[in-house]
């Protein structure tokens, strides 16, 4: 079972907006954090967006006042909606979550493509 899986993912105009989700199937009691990272090609993979286990969010300066991190505890996802989307946020972007262990843990999903063009 693969503990993270994105969906969302796909061909968007400039200016366009997507919504891309994470489902977590894995058994994790002890998340920190729930991020969004992006690797954009020939770079490496950053995290862009992130939302704490008490809910506050946190954001790269690439994306902030375009894209919004949030969270269903009941659905186990978490989401990123993209909005005015620019041909620099074309990448692979993946689900993370930062676990409370020691020492520390994270986990990756296998990614989800956002392409942009006109």
């Known amino acids: 079972q693969i503990p993270l899986v994105e969906s969302g993912g796909g061909l968007v105009q400039p200016g366009g907006s997507l919504r891309l989700s994470c489902k977590i199937s894995?058994?994790?009691?002890?998340?920190?954090?729930m991020n969004w990272g992006r690797q954009a090609p020939g770079k490496e993979r950053e995290v862009i967006a992130r939302?704490?286990?008490?809910?506050?969010?946190y954001y790269d300066e690439s994306v902030k006042d375009r894209f919004i991190i949030s969270r269903d505890d009941v659905k186990n996802t978490f989401d990123l909606q993209m909005h005015n989307i620019k041909p620099d946020d074309a990448g692979t972007y993946y689900c993370?979550?930062?676990?409370?262990?020691?020492?520390?843990?994270?986990?990756w999903g296998q990614g989800t493509q956002v392409t942009v063009s006109s």
């Open positions: 894995g058994r994790f009691w002890n998340i920190l954090y």
């Open positions: 939302i704490t286990r008490g809910g506050e969010t």
């Open positions: 993370n979550v930062d676990l409370d262990e020691n020492p520390p843990r994270d986990v």
